[in-house]
């Protein structure tokens, strides 16, 4: 059920405290944490603590709470010191989604070039 967390879901895992990632930022209803596989000098990946599967499913079921991964991203960057940045939720495998569990990936610290891959 959309929301709750998936037993082999790798996010959920990190969620419950199962999983270790290395944590820069916790509320509430988000966690941020940095990639594994970093394709920037900055890139932390920041979750709602619910499980959803991706961005659309998020957005549709609960706007309050997109809002919060969204204001965590902005509170990761200035933490960051990034004066700007990329924020990338990748929708689909297709897109590159590896992790059914909706994720915005902020990517700074370099040059970001227009278009992307």
């Not at 199962?18 to 930022?25: E, F, G, Q």
């Not at 000098?41 to 499980?51: F, G, M, R």
């Not at 997109?66 to 700007?84: F, I, N, P």
Request: proline share 7%; aromatic share 6%.
């Amino acid at each position: 059920m959309a929301g709750e967390p998936q037993d082999d879901c790798l996010f959920c895992k990190i969620v419950a405290g199962t999983v270790p990632a290395t944590i820069v930022r916790q509320t509430e209803t988000t966690v941020a944490f940095r990639d594994i596989n970093p394709q920037a000098p900055t890139h932390v990946l920041v979750i709602p603590k619910a499980h959803y599967e991706n961005a659309a499913a998020l957005a549709a079921a609960d706007p309050g709470l997109t809002a919060d991964v969204l204001r965590e991203a902005q509170a990761v960057a200035d933490e960051e010191k990034l004066d700007s940045y990329r924020l990338v939720f990748n929708t689909g495998s297709g897109a590159g989604q590896t992790v059914w569990h909706v994720h915005g990936h902020i990517l700074g610290g370099r040059g970001l070039e227009w278009p992307p891959g």
